[in-house]
């Protein structure tokens, strides 16, 4: 069982930056792919990233690719997601979710990951 927790979200000005942290607490952290994920309102659920469990592979959604950055610390039992400039349609609940059986195919998929946090937002203003 793991327990996540987001922070780090706020408002900021278009073309400003954040960093989300996701604290994880339970057993084998390290056998966790990660995801993150979003939601505005009246949206459905989007992918934004992954990061395997040893943090060498990762995948961005390509609305974010080139700003978007996640990362880990194992040791930790952290994640990270550098989010750089910002633009108001970034604006959205993030997500962070972890599963330990996410595969290739299905990395982008909110409905395979068995764990997530509470979210924290995240306000772009222009």
């Known amino acids: 069982q793991v327990q996540l927790v987001e922070s780090g979200g706020g408002l900021v000005q278009a073309g400003g930056s954040l960093r989300l942290d996701c604290a994880a607490s339970g057993r084998a952290f390290g056998n966790y792919a990660m995801g993150w994920f979003r939601q505005a309102p009246g949206k459905e659920r989007e992918f934004v990233a992954y990061i395997a469990w040893n943090g060498i592979t990762t995948h961005y959604a390509d609305a974010v690719k080139g700003r978007f950055t996640t990362s880990r610390d194992n040791a930790k039992a952290m994640v990270y997601l550098q989010m750089n400039s910002l633009k108001p349609e970034d604006t959205a609940a993030y997500y962070c979710?972890?599963?330990?059986?996410?595969?290739?195919?299905?990395?982008?998929?909110?409905?395979?990951?068995?764990?997530w946090g509470q979210g924290t937002q995240v306000t772009v203003s222009s």
């Open positions: 979710a972890a599963d330990p059986y996410i595969s290739r195919a299905t990395y982008y998929q909110p409905a395979n990951y068995l764990h």
